[in-house]
């Protein structure tokens, strides 16, 4: 059985010692916020998702946060543990289980825990210089800590050798390199770009953020103008946005309510404005749609039944036919199935190209913002239906030529948001 191993035990800089039950939960290292959620919850998440069937956490205290803590483990299946102590381990880990753990106050990314750890036991560690500068402990002249280890739990019997003040994170570690458990390199990538930070102190915490949100809404191959806009909206504002608590849910609603104005727009012949408020709303999911995206990250929380990007896009669609229909076809101008005919195929074929393919243009069809300020192009112009009909009969050619030469191998992938 996988075992983790937490402490919540370290003061943040600057802030008092802890002493007991008095002391403020936010005085910890693992207490302190990054996006919204504890260092300790991010930490959480991580283990989880490496399979961890038991957790135990080293605090001073059974406080809010711990108990938190323990409801999202148990709701994922694990055993949730509070221990004071490294001889509180002694009864909790056996010689058949393996430890995880890491350290007060680490930010790493899920992925690349995985990537170190899973490939067997080992010390993570860095060079000296390195790892003095960033807050971890001396190993031995060359090597700090690198802030997580994977040991065999037959280990653990030697803390009864240990006082009961010693922090279990350390010893254990020490404990593992005596007994000839490998060491294994921190990769210099991880540290340079967010994904691997020990962090001391709330400035700390605030200065790793805006990496730490860049770093999860990038998506998986190339995007188009409003996947780009909006992400420099969530790398700007993503973080006032995750510390609100619902930031995520507050901006799809909105986008639901800029979704009715650009329908009551265009009713009442206001074509141009009802576009624009498409586009706006477009960009209210995509923003949405990554403050979720950032909000799972390391936090193991299953995304929603039904996808946002899935539905508003569905109504999106629905809208930029009606808003087409409305701003093109006169309404005592004749039958209106007849009149439906070319905006439903421009959109539907914008739909159906767009993710049927992994090329960059495949991505630029997905956007209906773009696709709802071609449509008001149209209106402006007055081009009439003929020019969406034409604009269908391009998408579907340029279709129809893709599928006759192929993508070449290597180039990039569609992005998508996962």
Known sequence: ????????????????????????????????????VSLAR????????????????????????????????????????VIAGPRG????????????????GLSADTATVQDLLDAG?????????????AGYERIDINHAAGG???????????????PPDADPFSALMRIALQAGIGQRMLPDSAVADGRWTLVRSEAGALALENAWIRLHVAINGPGNPSVWLAQAVVRRFGGALLHGGNGGRVVAASGGVTLLLAAVAGWFGFALA???LAVLAWLLLLVAVLLGKVSRATLRLPPPRLARAVLFGAVIDLLLIVLALWALHPRDGGPIPQALFAPVMLVGLCRLVGSGGRGRWHAWLQDRGLLAIVLAGVVVLRLGMGAVGALA????????????????PGSPAAGNFG
């Open 274 to 276: 009802g576009f624009a």
């Open 89 to 104: 381990l002694l009864g909790l880990v056996s010689a058949t289980d393996e430890i995880i753990a890491l350290a007060d």
């Open 42 to 81: 991010h930490q959480l998440g991580t283990v989880l998702a490496m399979g961890c069937e038991r957790v135990i956490c080293v605090a001073h205290a059974l406080d809010a946060e711990m108990l938190a803590l323990q409801q999202v483990a148990e709701h994922a299946g694990a055993r949730f543990h």
């Open 393 to 408: 009969l391009a998408v579907l050619t340029a279709a129809l030529v893709a599928q006759r030469w192929p993508r070449r």
């Open 121 to 133: 036991p080992a010390v993570l560690v860095q060079p000296i210089e390195a790892g003095l500068a």
């Open 148 to 162: 997580a280890w994977r040991i065999p739990g037959r280990l653990v019997e030697r803390l009864s050798e240990l």
């Open 1 to 36: 059985m996988r075992v983790a191993l937490l402490s919540m035990i370290e003061p943040a800089a600057g802030a008092p010692a802890p002493q007991g039950e008095g002391v403020a939960a936010t005085t910890l290292r693992g207490a302190l916020n990054l996006g919204g």
